[in-house]
């Protein structure tokens, strides 16, 4: 009974194994008492232990002895990972080493991970160590120390959760945690310790055992006895040793280490093990306590327990166990928290001197799926045991017994006789395989990297972008990487944009290194796709050959390019193509894909030369057909191999190669296999036509309507041939979740969205349609650029042709039949032949062979062999017994499977009725055969065959919406004896329930359609302006547009040619088209057989004529037979409000736009142009752009189609530009820009100001220029003869202008050279500055800031050069009359001219001028308008330009007043580089002139000019008068510089004065507001900088001033982020609270309220308890007219702010209220604080003030009144009647005066002598 408890526990809910393993430990430390008194004693330390276990071992004990049921609980399971804990010891086996990690198996199949840093302390040091040095001694990798096999103890140090939340445990050999539990009193001579070597001495090694304290010693000569490695230990080595000898109480430990010994050591009681310090690896010898199917229970050390789980049963001994046999065991495992102990018997870890195999004896099996394994046996809770068909046993783990979604049913799997599993790892340690069940295991294409191969396919998920890659997942845990330049065919440069998480990639296998687990695969499609052989190794690589290969490297000798693995090969220089290339990097890029042809290839020495430019002859010679196989054209061909997806064929006569795919074989999808099936090599194919060729392949087709569709030409050829509208037959291509691609003959593909599918509402497209099913298609949407189109499929929009599905019938059962009879000749078998001769509705006599509840099974005497079967429904009403007779009528013959399907129903067996055409029947659906159902009619005991979809685009998106047997049709004879059908009746059907049927009838007469050039008589039913509807004789309604009304020739314009017809007139009309039943879009088809639903008509008697050829004219060719500039009639149709345009029609498949410009001659018209114009009228217009693709038709009502010089024209502003004038917008597509001088007749000083965007003008076309019109908008251009004078006449070149003329013109710009003024578009004049103003300029930006661009300007012409077309100009009040172009208030000196000029020049004149010199000095010297140049001579000296640009800086200085006096630049020589110089030769005082007089311009230049030439002699005088001058400019600039008050003008000036008052915030302020004025704003940030540096710590006002600077200055030249790292910095250097007050009111000066505002929320926050905070940002709000917003922030403050501050706030904000708000507000706030508070004199006296500034005289005295009441001192009340006195007096009458008077006796007397005194 035992053991049928282990294995079904009765009910309830088992225990969880944690709960049992704890009860078995209760039970163990039971017998730790039932021991001897010896091992009693010897445990010293862990008495302590188990005195706290006898507590517990009771409550152990009566569950044992009371409730026996429990022992079934305490079952022996396997380690799980969920038990698994921090501290655990454990054995382990090394799996493999890498240098930084070992991965080591562990029991019951756990794999752990010891890392580098594991080992121990010292060899940690000694890494670190050679981390920070160059050069130690050299360290020792994990590879010296473990090997594959190595069985060793480790401790759990950390259990990691990865990625996908599985745990990764964390090992560690040191041994400070492995002998955690011993220490220097407990360790005993005998034990077997693990250490790791700490140090190397001479004699020996130190060993760390981890203990504290205890030094181990372990002499050299032990190791050196050690058999299998005698090399020395280093440190770090992991070493066993046996404890020879103990000294000074477990201070010094002696080790030996001769392997046999320490394999034999037995751990004995004596050597003090307990519980707590128990170690894995030790031997034990152990009695059996308890034998269970799971595992054995054994004592061990006289008085623990410990379990052996199933996997380490040794298998030979497995049936000798008993209980009280003794064993020799190891410790397997050790749980120290919950002393579980684990041992193991397995020989391989008890025997001594046996290795561990990491590897298992069958080779490496890894991944393999092994079929017809039988299990052995099922352990609860762990799992079950496998045998493998080879004998080798496998184990389950119970997770993988069954899917992880799945509940568990082990019995179920256990009595599966056979299973197929896949072989998971190798357990080292339990030396079993571990393998799974589960499915999705099993399945997987790849398990592990070695199932991978070079150049496969394969298919993966996108997990991660990277820098240099994308890595994409293949399964669970195998990745791949996609480098950078794999991952398409070009460089990505944003890969994101293509790749996205999670999106399924398909990639080719570049290389995979199993060992190391990379795999590297491409995305490149061209090597994805790439159908040439594949060089996997050299030996592929024979030359001739041709591959794809990427480049990797180019270089100047020839490209590298790379195949799969890492076979490469060298294209030199002269291979890489038929034209000599000299420099590869500029052809060719590293990824670039490449077919390659081998030349020559050494495999040994693996080196390989390929070619380029013999690759492409190559490849483009093969795949050309002989002849050129036309797309279209009837084919035969012969069969020559079958394909998965297809057969590949030979065309005949010439045996050309083609593909003809398997969906391509029929419309019935079902024929498609059956067809595929019964065709065999060798047989010949007719009726095939060639669908699409392209260079690699020709494609063939039997789809009859594909075929159909090709022969009638209802085709496009190319894109181009494509229109809206078209209808075309295809085939689905491909389906995905956003809608399915359709492929048309000539390889066109357009996509149909899910939206357009079908009509009914679709959520999944994949049950919508099958790949390869042929559809009728309509294109919807054109995109011209990308060469794509969209398509619909729904078949209300689609219009079938006549006959389409009998059409269709006919040709499947057609192809059925070939298929029979292929089938029966074939195989020559008897029977099929005689199947093939049945036909449907034939009578057979049959026996009854057997009768079931599913119907029936017959035989025949004729067709034996062949299974006869009829349904349950085919038997109804019937009783048969087995052997009876019984007459049958065929249904359906399925010759493949020799299955004949009969009915035994009376209504079908009897007598047929003969039929009659057109005659109606309900039918009944018998049976169903895939595309085909056979159905009975009524009870004519007629049976016929239908397809069981009534329209190729027919969608089923549930079962119940498919045909069933049993269901009913409403179905009318189209034929009852079709020849084609062997003698059955063609019908046509209908699903309905019969009740409908007259409905039907009546709807199929009516829907029978019109054909293209019918002529109809019918009925007006409503008018329209833009179209007629006509209700025709059939009852169908028929369409008229309004240009098929009245003969072309008679439209007048304005008139509507619709009102002409009358509702309710008979008319006769003739068929023009069609439209769409829902878009209503025109179908010019005019093929015989397309019949249209709503017809299209025409009623112009001229189209009326039977005799007139009648063609069709598609909307292609009707807009091509328009020309630009041809007048035409057309319709309004509709105005489009958004786009401002007018839309017309001219035809009923032509619809043209007119834009607003070319709709209206008069800007006020503009705002309502739709009033113009009536839907329905006949306008004429001109055509202003026609083009086909895209169909775009442009017109204009105007009048004018295209611009003209010297045309009137309306235009839009599209945009204001002061320097250009305005932009704007002309009708027919063009721009054009009017200068600010041809805005109006008269200047206007602001002359853009009147004009917006998009305004509407009249302007006049003055000429073109690269595109552009010049316009203009003077009333003299736009009616000449209307316009009044001219004031500011259009200056059109420089001869008109006069010299002496006066001139107004806007200013264009002011520079160095003067101020530019635009006289017209193409003149610009110039006044020089001395030209400019009578003031004395030093600077050249002080004019413009007074003259802004167009400001409007007087100005006389001082001289015109006509060759070079220069004008240079004056704006002196002396030559214009108007006053000075600066204002006084500037305080600037004046120029000295006349006689002080004079005065000034005579001190400097040192002798006359020589003639030559007064020659030149006399011509004047144009300047240009802006270049620095002048017009040098042939011998200049070359210097000039360097030159004049210093005298143009001279101008700046003091502008000259006489032009006459200036020296041409073409005066010779040297002279001029000392003018550039700027320094004399003679150092005397002279040397020492100020800058001003050493350039100083007023002395005239020819004397300069001539001094400088040849040193002059000068007399004494002149000498003394030289030195005078000196002197005295020398005292003036030291006067100027001890000035305190005179700003410094220089940065030199700046430095001096910041020498001497560095804290100085004023003066680094003004330096920075030097540069700023410079628009040096780098620099002026540089000197705040400084300006931090340098400023002393104590001085915080003065830096507070320099961050607000900067503050200031980020916030006009800086960007946001810029201020807020100022903001930042200041903060942290200065008391915030200011800073974020002056930030504050920074962001409110410039108009930042935003900002501002989120900055005071920030400070009320931070700084709630300041009462300024508040107060300041109240005001803010109130200066931005939020009142409401602040009495909120009062109510804020007042809770926030301690309640001695709240008078004063109110008060305050009473204040704010007064100034920025509503002032009555603040006037109840002060009346509600006076009335609670009224001893607050203060208060009373601000509120006086206030009142006084801004109340009436009444509330004033009211005021007053009430403050002289006050009850508070008389000293007070005396200042207010002095107060209200001073008001009075100033504001009052005498009358009031005396009032205050009599009220101030009053009071004296009221008060007695306290008021007196």
Not at 323 to 345: D, F, H, I, K
Not at 1094 to 1101: D, G, K, M, R
């Amino acid at each position: 009974m035992a053991s049928v408890e282990e294995d079904f526990p009765r009910g309830g809910t088992t225990k969880k194994p944690t709960e049992s393993k704890i009860v078995s430990q209760r039970t163990e430390v039971d017998n730790l008492f039932q021991s001897n008194e010896q091992a009693e004693t010897k445990k010293r330390k862990g008495a302590k232990d188990d005195s706290k276990k006898l507590k517990k071992q009771k409550t152990g004990k009566e569950k044992e002895d009371g409730l026996t049921l429990n022992a079934a609980a305490k079952c022996v399971e396997i380690l799980h990972t969920k038990n698994l804990k921090e501290g655990m010891l454990m054995l382990g086996c090394v799996k493999e080493v890498t240098d930084f990690e070992v991965t080591v198996s562990l029991p019951c199949g756990l794999q752990g991970f010891l890392s580098i840093k594991n080992i121990c302390d010292s060899y940690t040091k000694l890494l670190s160590e050679q981390l920070d040095s160059v050069d130690t001694e050299e360290i020792y990798s994990l590879p010296h120390f473990f090997y594959p096999g190595m069985v060793f103890r480790c401790v759990i140090a950390k259990l990691d959760v990865a990625k996908g939340g599985s745990i990764s445990i964390q090992l560690s050999v040191n041994p400070k945690l492995v002998n955690k539990a011993l220490t220097s009193s407990t360790v005993k001579a005998g034990m077997v310790l693990s250490g790791c070597v700490e140090s190397v001495e001479d004699h020996g090694y130190i060993v760390d055992i981890g203990i504290n304290g205890t030094k181990a010693f372990l002499p050299k000569k032990t190791v050196k006895e050690r058999q299998n490695n005698p090399e020395e230990l280093k440190v770090g080595q992991y070493v066993t040793a046996q404890v020879e000898e103990v000294k000074n109480d477990g201070r010094v430990v002696r080790l030996s280490f001769s392997p046999p010994t320490v394999a034999q050591a037995c751990a004995e009681s004596q050597q003090g093990w307990n519980l707590t310090n128990l170690l894995p690896g030790l031997q034990v010898k152990a009695t059996i306590k308890k034998v269970t199917k799971h595992g054995l229970f054994l004592d061990f050390l006289s008085s623990f327990s410990g379990q052996v789980d199933f996997l380490h049963m040794d298998p030979e001994q497995t049936s000798s166990y008993t209980e009280g046999g003794e064993v020799r065991a190891c410790v397997l495992y050790v749980e120290p928290s919950t002393r579980l102990v684990g041992l193991s018997l397995r020989s391989y870890l008890v025997q001594p001197g046996i290795r561990v195999d990491p590897t298992p004896a069958g080779g490496d099996r890894i991944g393999e799926v092994v079929k017809g394994c039988k299990m052995t046996s099922m352990h609860h809770m762990s799992g079950a045991m496998l045998e493998l068909p080879d004998k080798t046993v496998a184990f389950v783990h119970r997770n993988h017994l069954k899917e992880s979604s799945e509940p568990a049913n082990e019995n179920k799997v256990l009595a599966m006789p056979e299973h197929t599993c896949r072989i998971l790892d190798f357990s080292a340690i339990d030396q079993v395989h571990f393998v799974s069940l589960r499915k999705s295991v099993i399945n997987k294409p790849f398990y592990r990297y070695h199932d991978i191969q070079a150049g496969q396919v394969v298919e993966g998920t996108v997990s991660v972008l990277l820098n240099h890659g994308m890595v994409v997942h293949l399964s669970g845990h195998i990745k791949g990487l996609v480098p950078r330049t794999h991952l398409s065919d070009i460089v990505l440069k944003n890969p994101e944009k293509k790749y996205m998480e999670g999106m399924k990639v398909k990639c080719r296998v570049l290389s995979v290194d199993p060992e190391n687990k990379k795999l590297y695969l491409t995305r490149k499609k061209a090597l994805v796709e790439s159908s040439l052989p594949l060089f996997l190794s050299y030996a592929d690589a024979r030359p001739g050959r041709v591959s794809h290969g990427y480049i990797v490297c180019v270089k100047d000798f020839g490209c590298i390019v790379r195949f799969y693995n890492s076979v490469k090969g060298l294209v030199p220089l002269s291979e890489l193509s038929s034209e000599p290339i000299t420099s590869p990097e500029e052809v060719f890029y590293v990824g670039q894909v490449l077919k390659a042809k081998v030349l020559q290839c050494d495999t040994d020495k693996a080196k390989m030369v390929l070619s380029f430019k013999a690759a492409v002859g190559d490849t483009e010679e093969v795949p050309k057909p002989q002849f050129d196989c036309e797309v279209g054209k009837k084919l035969e061909a012969k069969v020559l191999k079958k394909t998965l997806n297809g057969l590949e064929v030979a065309i005949l006569p010439e045996e050309i190669r083609a593909v003809l795919p398997t969906v391509h074989l029929s419309d019935h999808m079902s024929n498609c296999p059956l067809l595929w099936e019964s065709l065999r090599e060798g047989d010949t194919i007719s009726n095939l036509v060639c669908l699409n060729k392209n260079k690699q392949s020709i494609t063939l087709t039997k789809k009859p309507t594909v075929r159909w569709s090709l022969e009638e030409g209802v085709v496009a050829k190319d894109f181009s041939e494509i229109t809206v509208g078209m209808q075309l037959i295809g085939w689905i291509k491909n389906i995905m979740s956003y809608g399915v691609f359709v492929e048309f003959p000539y390889g066109l593909v357009g996509l149909s969205p899910k939206s357009a599918m079908t009509d009914k509402f679709l959520s999944d497209t994949t049950i919508a349609f099958q790949m390869g099913q042929t559809v009728i298609a309509k294109v919807t949407n054109l995109d011209e650029e990308k060469k794509r189109f969209l398509v619909t499929l729904k078949i209300s929009e689609v219009i079938t042709p006549e006959g389409d599905a009998q059409t269709r019938l006919i040709n499947g059962l057609q192809e059925r039949r070939a298929v029979t009879e292929m089938l029966a000749m074939r195989d020559n078998s008897d029977l099929r032949q005689q199947l093939t001769a049945l036909t449907v509705g034939q009578k057979l006599k049959l026996t009854v062979d057997s009768v079931k509840d599913s119907g029936a099974v017959f035989k025949s005497d004729d067709l034996v062999g062949a299974t006869i079967q009829a349904t349950k429904h085919h038997v109804m009403g019937v009783s048969l017994t087995s052997g009876q007779k019984v007459t049958a009528v065929i249904l359906h013959v399925d010759i493949l499977s020799s299955c004949v399907h009969v009915s035994i129903l009376s209504k079908l067996v009897v007598k047929k009725k003969s039929l009659t055409e057109e005659s109606k029947y309900t039918a009944i659906v018998q049976h169903i055969d895939k595309d085909f159902a056979i159905i009975s009619l009524d009870d004519t005991a007629q049976l016929t065959v239908i397809q069981t979809s009534s329209h190729l685009n027919e969608v089923f998106l549930s079962e119940s919406e498919k045909l069933k047997a049993g269901m009913c049709l409403a179905t009318e004879v189209i034929e009852p004896s079709c020849q084609e059908l062997q003698g059955l009746p063609l019908v046509s059907w209908q699903r309905t329930a019969p009740k409908r049927q007259r409905i039907i009838s009546e709807n199929q007469t009516s829907s029978k359609g019109h054909c293209f050039g019918e002529i109809l008589q019918g009925k007006v039913r409503t008018v329209k302006p833009t179209c007629i509807q006509v209700t025709l004789e059939d009852g169908s309604i028929g369409s008229v547009h309004v240009s098929e009304v009245v003969e072309p020739a008679e439209v007048r314009e304005g008139s509507f040619p619709t009102s002409s017809v009358k509702v309710g007139s008979v008319v006769t009309a003739r068929v023009i088209g069609g439209r769409e039943a829902t878009s209503h879009r025109f179908l010019p088809f005019s093929h015989p057989k397309f019949t249209y639903t709503i017809p299209e008509l025409t009623l112009i008697p001229s189209k009326l004529d039977q005799s007139v050829d009648f063609k069709t004219v598609t909307a292609k060719e009707k807009l091509s037979s328009y020309k630009v500039g041809e007048d035409i009639t057309c319709f309004v149709s509709k105005f489009n409000p958004e786009r401002k345009c007018l839309e017309v029609t001219t035809d009923p498949c032509v619809t043209g736009t007119v834009e607003l410009l070319a709709m209206i001659t008069y800007p006020k018209d503009a705002s309502h142009p739709e009033k113009l114009y009536k839907l329905g009228q006949a306008v004429h217009a001109k055509v202003v752009e026609v083009t086909s693709k895209p169909q775009r038709l442009a017109l204009s009502v105007t009048g004018a189609y295209k611009l003209e010089k010297g045309g009137v024209t309306l235009g839009m502003v599209t945009n204001i530009q002061p320097q250009v004038g305005l932009l704007v917008k002309l009708p027919f597509g063009g721009m054009g820009a009017v200068a600010v001088t041809d805005l109006a007749d008269a200047y206007k000083p602001n002359p853009l100001e009147v004009y917006s965007k998009d305004q509407l003008l009249r302007c006049y076309l003055l000429g073109n220029e690269n595109g552009k019109w010049q316009l203009s908008l003077r009333p003299s251009r736009l009616n000449p003869e209307q316009a009044k004078p001219v004031k500011d006449p259009e200056v059109l070149s420089v001869k008109k202008l006069k010299t002496g003329q006066i001139i107004r013109g806007h200013v264009k710009s002011v520079g160095e050279q003067g101020v530019f003024i635009r006289l017209s578009t193409s003149i610009t004049g110039r006044a020089q500055l001395q030209q400019s103003t009578q003031y004395f300029v030093n600077n050249h930006k002080v004019l413009s800031e007074h003259l802004p661009p167009n400001t409007l300007l007087t100005t006389k012409i001082l001289s015109i050069d006509k060759k070079e077309a220069l004008v240079n100009l004056s704006l002196l009040p002396a030559d214009t009359g108007k006053p000075d172009i600066l204002p006084e208030s500037l305080g600037l000196p004046l120029r000295l001219i006349g006689e002080e000029k004079k005065k000034h020049d005579s001190k400097k004149k040192k002798r006359t001028l020589s003639e030559s010199e007064q020659k030149q000095a006399e011509s004047p010297v144009p300047k240009k308008k802006k270049k620095k140049k002048t017009k040098t001579e042939d011998n200049d000296s070359g210097v000039e330009v360097y030159f004049r640009e210093e005298e143009d800086k001279e101008d700046e200085e003091e502008p000259k007043p006489d032009p006459v006096k200036q020296v041409t630049a073409s005066t010779a020589g040297p002279s001029r580089l000392q003018v550039a110089a700027g320094f004399s030769w003679d150092m005397a005082l002279n040397s020492l002139k100020p800058a001003a007089a050493a350039k100083d311009p007023d002395s005239s230049d020819g004397e300069d000019q001539e001094g400088s030439s040849k040193p002059q002699k000068k007399s004494r005088h002149e000498l003394e008068q030289e030195k005078k001058a000196a002197e005295k400019a020398l005292v003036q600039r030291e006067t100027e510089l001890m000035d305190p008050n005179l700003r410094p003008q220089d940065t030199a000036a700046f430095e001096r004065l910041l020498l001497a008052s560095p804290n100085s915030s004023l003066l680094w302020l003004q330096y920075m507001a030097h540069h700023l004025q410079a628009t040096q704003i780098e620099q002026a940030r540089a000197v705040a900088e400084r300006a931090l540096k340098t400023i002393s710590f104590r001085e915080e006002q003065e830096k507070l001033n320099v961050w607000v600077a900067l503050l200031n200055l980020e916030n006009m030249y800086g960007t946001e982020e810029s201020l807020k790292k100022v903001f930042e910095r200041a903060l942290q250097f200065c008391e915030p609270m200011p800073v974020y007050q002056q930030l504050a009111d920074i962001y409110a000066k410039s108009d930042k309220t935003k900002d501002a505002e989120g900055l005071y929320k920030t400070m009320v926050k931070r700084f709630r308890q300041n009462k300024a905070v508040w107060l300041s940002y109240g005001t803010f709000l109130l200066q931005q007219g939020e009142g409401d917003s602040a009495s909120a922030l009062l109510q804020r403050a007042l809770k926030s702010l301690p309640s001695k501050e709240s008078v004063d706030v109110i008060a305050k904000f009473a204040q704010l209220e007064f100034r920025y708000g509503d002032a009555e507000k603040g006037r109840t706030m002060f009346d509600k604080v006076l009335t609670s508070y009224p001893k607050r004199t203060d208060l009373w006296s601000v509120f006086i003030d206030l009142m006084v500034k801004h109340g009436s005289q009444k509330d004033v005295r009211a005021l007053f009144d009430r403050v002289i009441h006050l009850s508070v001192s008389v000293k007070k009340i005396k200042f207010f009647f002095k107060r209200y006195l001073e008001y009075e007096k100033k504001h009052g009458t005498p009358q009031s005066i005396q009032t205050v008077k009599e009220k101030a006796m009053e009071f004296v007397e009221a008060k007695g002598t306290e008021a007196a005194n």
